[in-house]
């Protein structure tokens, strides 16, 4: 890649893994099958973009804009995007596996997790406010002073969390699930 500019391109196969893309501006730019692992992503701009079968594990995330992405069947285990630039910040993910990653103190209001893989993800101080949580497991994931109001578990499995320390305002759960809200009183539900 030359210029630091990309327009309406579509990048098929690529390795960039642990290579230095930082100071970059993608628009309107379709990846498929393209490795970015360990990759300097710092100060880059992903605006209007989509990602599918990428492998972005582990990605330098430091100040990298994600406006208006999608992200489908991606690996993107222990990314740490609590770095990322706030402003306009904005991703979807369908058939991703984020285990491991943080977005902490995001505010990712309307995102949604369709067929997703969340095990051990910090979501500790997010504002999820109507995300959707779609056929994802949640092992091990954490919340904590995360806003979920109106958000939906009802497909979600085992996500693990204390009402009383998160806004679950009209939140959406199923009735297998509830038990997740109610660990911390060791009662035994049937």
Known sequence: MQSNLQEDQQFN?????EKDLS???????EFTSCNFSKTNLTSCTFMDCSF????????????????NCNFSNCKMVGMDFSVCNDFLFAVNFTGCNLDYSTFFRKKMKKTKF???SLKEVDFAEVDLTE????NCELHGATFQRTILEKAD??????????PELNR????????SGIAGLLTKYNLEIE
């Open 114 to 116: 369709i067929d997703c």
């Open 153 to 162: 578990f009802r497909t979600a499995k085992n996500y693990l969390f204390d």
């Open 131 to 134: 995300a959707v949580y779609k």
């Open 23 to 29: 100071d970059k501006e993608f628009v309107n730019c």
């Open 52 to 67: 599918s079968d990428c492998n972005l594990a582990l990605a330098s995330l430091k100040d990298t804009g994600f406006k």
């Open 13 to 17: 196969n690529k390795d960039y893994s």
């Open 168 to 175: 679950i305002k009209k939140a959406k759960f199923s009735t």
